[in-house]
């Protein structure tokens, strides 16, 4: 091994029932250096690092760790910590409801003479920990106090104190925002500084730029290459990750059709909900896709689930095809034509210990009521129609669906709407969290539903999918609909009317 290398990885092969999820696969990682980990969803991302910290058992390869005599075969995460591999999820699994103090050392807590535990003791060391990696805390409040983005900074602290020789980061930056985004940057830069190595897996291409000194692609469980920063474009890294040209990324056509004529499909009126959202107007045609923009926290999710009655309006009233309807329940818009697919999928979304095709039947079979069972052949029709028609890479439809990458997992909550032939849908950040060829297919079918005559209420925190996608837009400030853009809509004109609400 190279003197400058602290770990490699070698022809990792491991097979899922029916999948090959690595095939040959290779990673090297230098000492202080912040190496990307990228590919679509489904590449082997995941997998990959799941064979480096013990989770997975792989069939072949070898992994060797700088220092260490021989191959490295981890049984479990404690054996990869004993290593020097560490590993930060997005969804932190530390302990909220104790101290920062308490989750930094957590199993590993000093003990006085007497043999009890020595706080005092733990939560100087904790302090000096904190202050040492410049994170403002106090590590005696509950971890559950602090920003997200805190939590991960914890997360990282208490990793580097068990002295990670390789830091795993794993979509940290999925829920945080700009600021936050930069401090954990920060962070990183400071651990690249004392020689930590860190493996940093991301969707965001502008932040792979921003940090990182290597890329490493998979694609199909593959190895594609690995590559320095400076020696690969936005495009060329795009194309390795697709296998296919930026083109056919871009080659996306809404419709530009007069909606003003077409039949009206929602017709909000005076919709407000106490405490989130004041009272708005809106309006929404056939075949239209209707985009709802601003900040988090402006009020786009709770605008969405007044309409769809996961939060019971407060006041207004709604139509829907010219009908007045009163939408109290998820269930009551179901019946009305609508479906929602909302913005945390792993929350409201999926239900993980169920098959692909339960998680497809699911609202149709709500729809009809329990004592009328959709038969078993019915069911798997269904599931196999919109497996093929959404090109949803899975094992078979009774594979679970937290088997799935993000990416799947989005596409088969849109199968279980399309499902129900749903005039109305309401798309909550769809493109959230999963890579950027299966973004575009989500766009390109957004599009495509619309020319089908579905109107769409589509969320997102990124303006620029949002422009290739909408008709129209409506801008959300402070609870309140500050604005909507119409005609020839440019990112210049969303972000000023963001952020003042010029009309």
Request: aromatic residues 4%; contains cysteine.
């Amino acid at each position: 091994m190279d003197k400058d290398v602290i770990l490699t990885a070698r022809g990792i092969t491991m097979t899922f029932p029916g999948v090959k999820a690595l095939q040959n696969v290779d990673l090297t990682l230098r000492k202080g250096e912040i190496h990307a980990l990228m590919g679509e969803n489904g590449a082997g991302k995941s997998t990959l690092i799941k064979c480096l910290t013990g989770i997975n058992d792989f069939e072949a390869g070898e992994i060797r760790m700088d220092g260490i005599d021989g191959p490295v075969k981890n049984h479990s995460t404690r054996d990869a910590q004993n290593v020097g591999i560490s590993t930060v999820y997005q969804e932190v699994n530390l302990c909220p409801n104790l101290s920062v103090a308490e989750n930094l050392f957590i199993g590993r807590e000093p003990l006085t003479a007497l043999k009890t535990i020595d706080r005092a003791s733990y939560n100087k060391r904790s302090q000096i920990i904190m202050d040492d990696l410049g994170i403002e805390v106090d590590v005696t409040q509950n971890l559950e106090n602090y920003s997200l983005a805190i939590q991960q900074m914890v997360a990282i602290a208490r990793a580097v104190d068990m002295d990670c020789k390789v830091l795993i980061l794993d979509e940290p930056t999925s829920s945080l925002d700009d600021e936050e985004v930069e401090k954990l940057f920060k962070l990183m830069r400071d651990l690249k500084a004392k020689g930590v190595s860190i493996l940093f897996v991301t969707h965001f291409l502008e932040q792979v730029y921003a940090v990182c000194d290597r890329i490493t692609v998979l694609r199909n469980g593959t190895f594609v290459g690995e590559y320095p920063i400076a020696e690969l474009p936005r495009v060329k890294l795009v194309a390795a990750m697709m296998g296919k040209d930026l083109d056919a990324l871009e080659a996306i056509e809404k419709e530009n059709a007069d909606f003003d004529k077409a039949e009206v499909v929602i017709d909000a009126q005076g919709i407000s909900h106490t405490g989130t959202v004041k009272p708005f107007d809106l309006k929404i045609h056939k075949g239209e896709v209707v985009g709802v923009g601003g900040l988090l926290g402006s009020g786009r999710s709770e605008l969405a689930r007044s309409i769809y009655g996961a939060d019971r309006a407060s006041t207004g009233t709604l139509k829907v095809k010219g009908e007045e309807v009163k939408i109290a329940q998820p269930i009551d818009a179901m019946n009305r034509g609508m479906g929602m697919l909302p913005d945390d999928r792993k929350a409201e979304g999926i239900i993980g210990d169920l098959s692909i095709r339960e998680n497809i039947i699911l609202a149709m079979q709500a729809k009809r009521g329990a004592l009328k069972p959709i038969p078993m052949k019915e069911q798997e029709a269904i599931a196999d129609k919109f497996i093929d028609l959404l090109s949803i890479k899975c094992p078979s439809r009774e594979a679970k669906i937290n088997q799935l990458s993000g990416g799947n997992q989005q596409k088969v909550i849109l199968a279980r709407w399309l499902a129900t032939d749903a005039d109305f849908l309401i798309l909550d950040e769809p493109t959230r969290g999963i890579d950027v060829g299966t973004k575009s297919e989500i766009q390109k079918l957004i599009i495509d539903l619309a020319k089908q005559g579905k109107s769409i209420m589509f969320i997102s925190s990124e303006i620029s999918e949002m422009l290739r996608t909408c008709n129209r837009m409506v801008i959300m400030r402070d609870g309140e609909k500050v604005n909507e853009l119409s005609g020839d809509l440019t990112q210049e004109g969303v972000m000023n009317a963001i952020a003042g609400g010029e009309k």
